[in-house]
């Protein structure tokens, strides 16, 4: 697998992923109107490329494939993590998350936020995240469940080899 930064060149293929992986992974723990409404299938690429070109946007290949990408703010806001169907539980998703985090550490960022899926959330549980809310949020005149999740070095910090310490 090779992790590298976003390209413009990208975003299509990006879009096409997050709209395969909400409607199968996601499918498990949302309704077919839930997942319509989160993802569309509508997407304003340019506006999708801006907003990957603003944040530190990573993507995972294997074999020349895009198979997962995320994306993190200056702030420590994880915006989006999404791995292709096909490519679960392969570390995908945590080797994209420890990138994110190491070049957030490397800029001063000592927290992070997220608003994970009730799919993603135990993911992130593993990760030293902690549940601060459960949100509703409207999208298309439907409600989905996702939950803020914070993670703070200062209390605790998961380094990219699994090895806890705390009081970090």
């Known amino acids: 697998m090779i992790i590298r930064n976003y390209r413009p060149g990208d975003c299509p293929v990006l879009a096409q992923l997050f709209y395969d992986t909400v409607h199968t992974v996601n499918a498990r723990d949302y309704t077919e109107e839930q997942l319509n409404a989160w993802a569309t299938g509508n997407v304003d690429l340019d506006s999708l490329n801006r907003s990957f070109s603003k944040h ?14 995320a ?42 936020e997220t608003y ?30 996702n939950y803020k999740m914070v993670k703070s070095l200062n209390l605790i910090k998961i380094h990219c080899n699994g090895e806890i310490k705390n009081g970090y």
């Open 56 to 69: 530190d946007t990573l993507i995972a290949e294997i074999d020349g494939k895009i198979v997962g990408f």
């Open 71 to 112: 994306d993190m703010d200056n702030t420590g806001y994880l915006d989006r993590l999404y791995v292709h169907r096909n490519f679960q539980g392969l570390g995908i998703a945590s080797s994209l998350v420890c990138e994110l985090e190491q070049h957030a550490e490397d800029i001063g960022v000592t927290k992070f």
């Open 116 to 145: 994970a899926s009730i799919t993603a959330m135990p993911f992130f549980m593993k990760r030293g995240y902690k549940v601060e809310e459960e949100n509703e949020v409207i999208r298309n005149g439907i409600t989905l469940i």
